[in-house]
């Protein structure tokens, strides 16, 4: 990319200018204030009342109760009781924040308070970000990284640009992994999850090595047998029409013989901290990640069809069940495929690796945080991308994508004894993902292409080089002792450079699809996210707040999109979406430290919400940039552990929020008929007017509610017991409000059962998820091949695909510590 250099010595300047600006601020003496730390409670429970939680929402450590920002944070005692070690596990304890797990585009639908980023484009960054050790990870594939050994987690609501950039317009997810210990500590755990027959295995080690150097290594292991959902898929029949002969041939596809996700993984993370005094800590972590599924679609459910079965196969029924319907790819084409097996199995092979540097030196007024990175991920994959068994139509897919990126923030908090204090940071990013598919699509093959391609329908591939560069401050004025105001503002400038291309396309899709025809685009984009923020507390347990908050998510390029003929770069490369409004809260410790009683209202409205469209008929992609959208609601929290019984815990939480387009011409999905509102056009297509419908995964109420005890039974042993339910009222999976992508209202249950012997050295668990078995929907895609004559007054409507969370899931756990 042309002007690197130029602009890496922009960002060696700004990092300059922030540490100049510190050194030459008048200095006054004050102790050094501890680094940031994740989520952790100080107290203990059989004591009774309530542990203090220590965030760091606005990158530096403050108490939960005190921090003038919505956030749920989940404890290092939380994520071990439930065996939280994804994201997707997370979110089961955040009523707000759901998951969509998808085969290919971007990997995963995140949403918080009904805003989230479309998983069938690879190009889209989600709109909730999700930050590991202070280090931003952009990609929705992150879901299939294994976190283990976590200190704690925030969810962050709402936009959140001034302290985590660009992308977090919608709450960030941000995850610290725990450090190494002070003295010697050993912990070691066997698990066996009996639905998916699942054996899991993890061991961590920590404590110092000399006076100043300590090391943490941590090491997870799991091999399925099973799976969670049942595979009733049948063989069926794949003919090719050889467009050089004439030849039509059979080619005999089976049926996959097993359960799906039938995962393996391995997770393994090395810390390293140095601490040689003098006020400054050096630390090092490396991780990485190896993940092996049997099926990259094995949470795709067709669930959502006008006549009770599916329009491609009638004999499968679409219902709300955990069964999928896959194939593996023809007998006798097995390997023909670029990135298929030989055998001809169907799988998803996610591998990932990451260096996180942190320095950190407290000066008598600065404390000084430099946080450098690089991570790089490579996804690859084959698919049955029909999903349903069906002769009528094969779509034998596979896929590999690379992503890497270096990352280096380099950030300055003053910590004056007078009424002001100064936050100052410069962030450079560079990235770069390169993306090829294949697809055999129309069932044609061609014997006189190169044997790599014979049975493609085509081959594309596509790359964007992305660099950012970005600065921020912020000013706190204590008013008067019980007032602060802080203002803030995040400066980012950033390029994009891509290319999207089909090097092959068989003969008979030319007329569709254009061959060697490359859409190129280089993009740049300018951005200031103001924020401001208004603290009083008016006594030492409440804190009432305001804050009125802007965000910007990056604009870019659909890199898994296609060259049609009617393709132009509108369609592939899209707008920044950004956000801004206002956020209420008061937070409240009562009753003697027994009572946490939090409260916030909100209002963001979202200009240019980017939405990927998926044209089931013609099976193209579009990125769109809706024109408008807002999100309102109001959120109570609450935790109770009275002194009077020890050991007991009380905590829950009611949200109510309304996310809804306000306009909008988007799309039409698949099979929409005029009558059903299909009566306008988008781009010289049919198109519907989507102001005032819902966003997808957007329930007015959540809630959640549970109980958890622990007590003595005898000497050296303890008992405990947790149950937790989470609520959500019906909502659309689809972004376009297809009316057969619903989800209904459910209750999960959660619980776990727990027994500690020999002083808390041994523990046995039982852990139980989602009890109730219920089935949802996180995001949906219209059913490939399925629906017609959209936008006619015959249309029929297509067939809805869901991405479906885990069903009932219950796991033994025995763990030794000393």
Same mark, same amino acid.
């Given at each position: 990319?042309?002007?690197?250099?130029?602009?890496?010595?922009?960002?060696?300047?700004?990092?300059?200018?922030?540490?100049?600006?510190?050194?030459?601020?008048?200095?006054?003496?004050?102790?050094?204030?501890?680094?940031?730390?994740?989520?952790?409670?100080?107290?203990?429970?059989?004591?009774?009342?309530?542990?203090?939680?220590?965030?760091?929402?606005?990158?530096?450590?403050?108490?939960?109760?005190?921090?003038?920002?919505?956030?749920?944070?989940?404890?290092?005692?939380?994520?071990?009781?439930?065996?939280?070690?994804?994201?997707?596990?997370?979110?089961?304890?955040?009523?707000?924040?759901?998951?969509?797990?998808?085969?290919?585009?971007?990997?995963?639908?995140?949403?918080?308070?009904?805003?989230?980023?479309?998983?069938?484009?690879?190009?889209?960054?989600?709109?909730?970000?999700?930050?590991?050790?202070?280090?931003?990870?952009?990609?929705?594939?992150?879901?299939?990284?294994?976190?283990?050994?976590?200190?704690?987690?925030?969810?962050?609501?709402?936009?959140?640009?001034?302290?985590?950039?660009?992308?977090?317009?919608?709450?960030?997810?941000?995850?610290?992994?725990?450090?190494?210990?002070?003295?010697?500590?050993?912990?070691?755990?066997?698990?066996?999850?009996?639905?998916?027959?699942?054996? +899991?295995?993890?061991?961590?080690?920590?404590?110092?090595?000399?006076?100043?150097?300590?090391? =943490?290594?941590?090491?997870? %292991?799991?091999?399925?047998?099973?799976?969670?959902?049942?595979?009733?898929?049948?063989?069926?029949?794949?003919?090719?029409?050889?467009?050089?002969?004439?030849?039509?041939?059979?080619?005999? %596809?089976?049926?996959?013989?097993?359960?799906?996700?039938?995962?393996?993984?391995?997770?393994?993370?090395?810390?390293?901290?140095?601490?040689?005094?003098?006020?400054?800590?050096?630390?090092?972590?490396?991780?990485?990640?190896?993940?092996?599924?049997?099926?990259?679609?094995?949470?795709?459910?067709?669930?959502?069809?006008?006549?009770?079965?599916?329009?491609?196969?009638?004999?499968?029924?679409?219902?709300?069940?955990?069964?999928?319907?896959?194939?593996?790819?023809?007998?006798?084409?097995?390997?023909?495929?670029?990135?298929?097996?030989?055998?001809?199995?169907?799988?998803?092979?996610?591998?990932?690796?990451?260096?996180?540097?942190?320095?950190? #030196?407290?000066?008598?007024?600065?404390?000084?945080?430099?946080?450098?990175?690089?991570?790089?991920?490579?996804?690859?994959?084959?698919?049955?991308?029909?999903?349903?068994?069906?002769? @009528?139509?094969?779509?034998?897919?596979?896929?590999?994508?690379?992503?890497?990126?270096?990352?280096?923030?380099?950030?300055?908090?003053?910590?004056?004894?007078?009424?002001?204090?100064?936050?100052?940071?410069?962030?450079?990013?560079?990235? =770069?993902?390169?993306?090829?598919?294949?697809?055999?699509?129309?069932?044609?093959?061609?014997?006189?292409?190169?044997?790599?391609?014979?049975?493609?329908?085509?081959?594309?591939?596509?790359?964007?080089?992305?660099?950012?560069?970005?600065?921020? &401050?912020?000013?706190?004025?204590?008013?008067?002792?019980?007032?602060?105001?802080?203002?803030?503002?995040?400066?980012?400038?950033?390029?994009?450079?891509?290319?999207?291309?089909?090097?092959?396309?068989?003969?008979? $899709?030319?007329? @569709?699809?254009?061959?060697?025809?490359?859409?190129?685009?280089?993009?740049?984009?300018?951005?200031?996210?103001?924020?401001?923020? @208004?603290?009083?507390?008016?006594?030492?347990?409440?804190?009432?707040y305001g804050a009125y908050k802007t965000a910007y998510k990056s604009g870019g390029f659909s890199n898994s999109g296609f060259v049609s003929a009617s393709t132009v770069p509108s369609d592939v490369a899209f707008q920044p979406e950004k956000a801004r409004g206002f956020e209420v809260g008061v937070k409240s410790t009562l009753l003697d430290n027994q009572l946490r009683l939090n409260f916030d209202v909100y209002s963001y409205k979202?200009?240019?919400?980017?939405?990927?469209?998926?044209?089931?008929?013609?099976?193209?992609?579009?990125?769109?940039?809706?024109?408008?959208? =807002?999100?309102?609601?109001?959120?109570?929290?609450?935790?109770f552990a009275p002194y009077a019984v020890p050991g007991l815990n009380l905590h829950g939480s009611i949200n109510y929020n309304k996310a809804r387009y306000l306009n909008y011409i988007a799309p039409c999905y698949g099979g929409q008929s005029i009558a059903q509102g299909c009566d306008t056009t988008f781009q010289g297509?049919?198109?519907?007017?989507?102001?005032?419908?819902?966003?997808?995964?957007?329930?007015?109420?959540? &809630?959640?509610?549970?109980?958890?005890?622990?007590?003595?039974?005898?000497?050296?042993?303890?008992?405990?017991?947790?149950?937790?339910?989470?609520?959500?009222?019906? #909502?659309?999976?689809?972004?376009?409000?297809?009316?057969?992508?619903?989800?209904?209202? #459910?209750?999960?249950?959660?619980?776990?059962?727990?027994?500690?012997?020999?002083?808390?050295?041994?523990?046995?668990?039982?852990?139980?998820?989602? $009890?109730?078995?219920?089935?949802? +929907?996180?995001?949906? +895609?219209?059913?490939?091949?399925?629906?017609?004559?959209?936008?006619?007054?015959?249309?029929?409507?297509?067939?809805?695909?869901?991405?479906?969370?885990?069903?009932?899931?219950?796991?033994?756990?025995?763990? +030794?510590?000393?």
């Amino acid at each position: 990319m042309s002007g690197t250099a130029g602009r890496s010595a922009r960002a060696a300047l700004l990092a300059g200018v922030v540490i100049s600006a510190f050194a030459i601020t008048p200095a006054s003496a004050q102790e050094a204030t501890p680094p940031p730390q994740a989520p952790t409670v100080a107290q203990d429970h059989a004591e009774g009342g309530l542990g203090d939680i220590v965030v760091t929402a606005r990158r530096r450590a403050e108490s939960l109760q005190d921090v003038p920002v919505a956030v749920t944070a989940l404890t290092a005692e939380v994520l071990e009781r439930y065996d939280m070690t994804s994201l997707e596990k997370i979110s089961t304890q955040t009523p707000q924040f759901t998951i969509g797990r998808a085969s290919n585009g971007s990997g995963a639908q995140l949403t918080l308070r009904g805003i989230g980023s479309s998983s069938t484009s690879i190009g889209i960054e989600q709109s909730v970000a999700v930050v590991v050790d202070g280090v931003y990870y952009g990609q929705g594939r992150v879901i299939n990284e294994g976190f283990l050994d976590l200190e704690g987690v925030e969810v962050l609501k709402g936009p959140q640009s001034l302290f985590f950039g660009k992308n977090a317009t919608a709450g960030v997810i941000s995850l610290r992994t725990a450090d190494p210990s002070s003295t010697p500590e050993f912990r070691a755990k066997l698990g066996y999850e009996f639905r998916a027959k699942e054996l +899991v295995g993890e061991v961590m080690g920590s404590g110092p090595i000399t006076d100043t150097l300590g090391v =943490r290594v941590a090491v997870r %292991a799991s091999n399925m047998w099973g799976g969670y959902f049942k595979n009733g898929g049948v063989d069926k029949t794949y003919n090719t029409f050889d467009v050089a002969t004439g030849i039509t041939t059979p080619h005999l %596809a089976p049926a996959f013989d097993g359960d799906n996700p039938g995962s393996k993984e391995l997770l393994g993370r090395i810390t390293l901290v140095w601490d040689p005094g003098n006020d400054f800590k050096f630390t090092v972590k490396a991780n990485g990640s190896s993940s092996n599924v049997n099926n990259n679609s094995w949470n795709y459910v067709p669930y959502g069809c006008a006549t009770g079965t599916y329009s491609l196969n009638p004999n499968i029924a679409c219902k709300k069940s955990f069964t999928v319907y896959q194939n593996n790819f023809p007998e006798d084409l097995a390997g023909t495929n670029p990135w298929s097996r030989d055998d001809g199995a169907l799988y998803n092979k996610y591998r990932s690796w990451a260096v996180t540097g942190t320095a950190e #030196y407290a000066f008598d007024d600065v404390d000084v945080t430099w946080v450098n990175n690089f991570n790089r991920n490579v996804n690859q994959w084959a698919c049955d991308c029909t999903f349903v068994s069906s002769d @009528l139509a094969a779509a034998p897919s596979s896929e590999r994508s690379i992503f890497r990126a270096f990352s280096s923030e380099l950030r300055a908090q003053t910590k004056f004894d007078g009424p002001i204090n100064l936050l100052a940071g410069a962030y450079y990013q560079k990235t =770069r993902r390169f993306h090829r598919q294949t697809g055999s699509f129309g069932n044609i093959e061609d014997s006189t292409a190169p044997a790599a391609y014979r049975y493609l329908g085509y081959f594309k591939q596509s790359q964007t080089d992305g660099e950012t560069l970005s600065a921020y &401050g912020q000013a706190t004025w204590k008013i008067v002792p019980t007032l602060e105001a802080a203002v803030g503002v995040r400066y980012i400038h950033e390029t994009k450079d891509s290319y999207l291309t089909q090097p092959y396309v068989n003969a008979a $899709l030319q007329g @569709l699809f254009l061959e060697n025809t490359p859409i190129a685009a280089n993009q740049t984009f300018n951005n200031w996210s103001p924020e401001a923020t @208004l603290t009083w507390k008016p006594t030492d347990d409440v804190t009432v707040y305001g804050a009125y908050k802007t965000a910007y998510k990056s604009g870019g390029f659909s890199n898994s999109g296609f060259v049609s003929a009617s393709t132009v770069p509108s369609d592939v490369a899209f707008q920044p979406e950004k956000a801004r409004g206002f956020e209420v809260g008061v937070k409240s410790t009562l009753l003697d430290n027994q009572l946490r009683l939090n409260f916030d209202v909100y209002s963001y409205k979202y200009v240019n919400l980017q939405v990927d469209f998926f044209n089931s008929q013609t099976f193209a992609f579009i990125t769109t940039n809706a024109g408008a959208a =807002r999100t309102k609601g109001a959120e109570l929290e609450f935790e109770f552990a009275p002194y009077a019984v020890p050991g007991l815990n009380l905590h829950g939480s009611i949200n109510y929020n309304k996310a809804r387009y306000l306009n909008y011409i988007a799309p039409c999905y698949g099979g929409q008929s005029i009558a059903q509102g299909c009566d306008t056009t988008f781009q010289g297509a049919p198109g519907q007017d989507l102001s005032g419908a819902p966003t997808a995964v957007a329930p007015k109420w959540t &809630g959640s509610l549970g109980v958890g005890y622990e007590t003595d039974i005898g000497t050296g042993t303890k008992f405990g017991a947790t149950i937790d339910t989470r609520y959500s009222s019906s #909502y659309l999976a689809s972004s376009f409000a297809h009316p057969l992508s619903g989800q209904s209202k #459910y209750l999960t249950v959660d619980g776990t059962i727990r027994v500690k012997f020999n002083d808390e050295r041994f523990e046995l668990a039982l852990i139980g998820k989602n $009890l109730t078995n219920q089935f949802i +929907v996180g995001g949906a +895609v219209d059913g490939p091949n399925t629906g017609a004559g959209t936008g006619t007054a015959a249309a029929v409507i297509s067939d809805e695909i869901g991405f479906v969370n885990l069903p009932r899931t219950v796991q033994l756990q025995a763990s +030794v510590r000393f």
